[in-house]
């Protein structure tokens, strides 16, 4: 199986589909055209610093030790990472929506709201 990395040194930064997925634990195969997600299309370095970012709590300080990088350093690469990941709203709405129904069966589970309550909760 080719790694990640190797797939990005083929393709840069230039516009991808994935086009078949196959599930290891299960074999299954799927084909079609998907789009990967915004942070796929970031250069290799650019995707490791993010997520370096990430597991460090969006903390600057422990980015500069990491990377050995200045303040200005990170924000700059930061800000730079940022406007290659403006996303519209539209992404954003589906998965609160889905937080939210999760919540709301959450609470049905957990006895807090009743059924009609919940189902009431989810038709908003």
């Not at 970012?53 to 422990?62: D, L, P």
């Not at 730079?80 to 998965?95: G, M, V, Y």
Request: hydrophobic share 40%.
């Amino acid at each position: 199986m080719q790694s990640w990395e190797t797939l990005m040194e083929v393709v840069g930064t230039k516009s991808f589909t994935v086009e078949k997925v196959r599930v290891l634990e299960t074999d299954i195969v799927i084909t079609g055209s998907f789009a990967p997600p915004p942070l796929a299309h970031l250069p290799n370095e650019d995707q490791i610093f993010t997520s370096a970012f990430i597991v460090s709590h969006g903390s600057i300080k422990k980015m500069e030790t990491l990377f050995e990088i200045s303040y200005p350093t990170v924000k700059t690469r930061l800000n730079r990472i940022t406007k290659l990941l403006e996303l519209p709203r539209a992404d954003i709405a589906p998965a609160r929506k889905t937080s939210y129904r999760l919540k709301i069966l959450d609470a049905l589970d957990r006895g807090k709201l009743s059924l009609n309550s919940a189902i009431e909760a989810l038709k908003k």
